[in-house]
């Protein structure tokens, strides 16, 4: 089956700094890549969505200078954490879509997730 | 605005009874896809099933069964003969359904912590 995979599984920074959390289909070219945030014990919260050479669409609440996301092509999404604080700390996972002929929706595969721990 | 309702935040059962996890959602939307996933102590997200809109049809999947009823807006998952590596939290999601292959963003439930004792 299709593979996402997510690189660090895991980070542990000091406040202030910038982490860069990669995103990459490896056997398919995914046109949407989506980046989710679940802390502790909580569900999956959708953050933003990103379409291969454009701006990314965040969800309301997410702040998008702080959260960059970048989709450069079309098997890899980046996403940003600028100026990481404690209350950043969280699991951070992907999810990529890969379009399917004759089928309504294309098939969604997630990545191993990104746990960021900022001390 | 869609929404998920896991009312169940926690259920513990002994090993080899049956479990029902409830999914109750809410949408606009005519169409739409349903999905239920596995998120072991690791962390990492298993698919288990999607399901539109348009298909009313219960599942069976070995052990795993899903009841979808839309005139209820529920999508419940039942495991027989549970387990003790069944025990995860288990999360119920919607999408909208896009027309051309596209795909959307998941609305997930609180998802329900399963506990099997052995």
């Known amino acids: 089956g299709a593979v996402v995979s997510q690189h660090p599984s895991w980070v542990i920074c000091k406040s202030g700094t910038s982490v860069k959390i990669e995103c990459r289909s490896l056997?398919?070219?995914?046109?949407?890549m989506f980046w989710y945030r679940q802390f502790p014990k909580q569900s999956l919260m959708l953050m933003a969505t990103?379409?291969?050479?454009?701006?990314?669409?965040?969800e309301q609440g997410v702040e998008k200078d702080k959260f960059l996301i970048n989709h450069a092509s079309l098997t890899l999404s980046t996403l940003t954490v600028t100026s990481a604080h404690p209350e950043d700390s969280s699991f951070y996972i992907c999810?990529?879509?890969?379009?399917?002929?004759?089928?309504?929706?294309?098939?969604?595969?997630f990545g191993e997730g990104s746990r960021l721990t900022v001390l | 605005a869609q929404k998920v309702t896991q009312a169940q935040t926690e259920i513990s059962v002994v090993e080899k009874e049956d479990v029902t996890l409830d999914c109750v959602y809410e949408t606009r939307d005519t169409t739409y896809y349903l999905f239920w996933y596995k998120q072991p102590p690791s962390g990492e997200l298993v698919f288990l099933i999607r399901?539109?809109?348009?298909?009313?049809q219960n599942e069976i999947s070995g052990r795993y069964s899903w009841n979808f009823q839309k005139s209820t807006s529920s999508f419940n998952f039942t495991i027989t003969a549970s387990q003790v590596v069944d025990s995860a939290v288990y999360f119920c999601a919607l999408s909208e359904l896009y027309s051309g292959g596209g795909a959307d963003g998941l609305t997930f439930g609180k998802g329900t912590h399963l506990i099997i004792q052995p």
């Open positions: 399901r539109n809109s348009f298909d009313e």
């Open positions: 056997d398919f070219q995914a046109t949407t």
């Open positions: 990103s379409n291969e050479g454009s701006k990314a669409t965040y």
């Open positions: 999810s990529a879509s890969r379009r399917t002929s004759g089928s309504l929706a294309g098939e969604l595969f």
